[in-house]
């Protein structure tokens, strides 16, 4: 049996707005939550001198900037700046870090390759799921 067909149209100011801590925010679009099977998405709002801290995902991940200017390391050595259209394709495993170290805001859109995304902490092992209540940056 096929699975049911789904049109979601998710206009942006009506996207919860959910509090990741130290001022970042994520704006959840396609989740398990709306019937996503094989991705999670959503816009991620940098404040200005702000940073999610070290981390691996269990899955494919994709970054675009679309606004403002983002500095990401990978594995603890490579440093990338992204900056608006600019994106950057993350391979589960990899260690990264998302860090806004300009006066100004960064609007990033991040793609997951599942619905059944986790976050692990590289300072604790903590291991999260996506979007949950766990889901929170620490002030560095």
Do not use: W
Request: glycine content about 8%; hydrophobic content about 35%.
């Amino acid at each position: 049996m096929a699975p049911p067909k789904s049109i979601n149209h998710l206009k942006y100011a009506d996207l919860p707005q959910v509090s990741r801590g130290i001022g970042i925010v994520n704006q959840p679009i396609a989740s398990k939550e709306i019937g996503a099977r094989s991705l999670h998405s959503g816009i991620t709002v940098m404040p200005a001198r702000s940073a999610v801290p070290p981390h691996i995902h269990n899955a494919e991940e994709q970054v675009t900037v679309l606004e403002g200017t983002m500095r990401i390391v990978l594995d603890g050595d490579k440093e990338v700046f992204c900056s608006k259209y600019d994106s950057t394709f993350i391979s589960p495993g990899v260690q990264h870090e998302l860090i806004n170290d300009t006066d100004e805001q960064v609007i990033a859109m991040v793609i997951y390759g599942s619905a059944n995304v986790n976050r692990t902490f590289s300072e604790t092992g903590e291991t999260v799921e996506i979007g949950s209540d766990k889901d929170k940056f620490p002030a560095n």
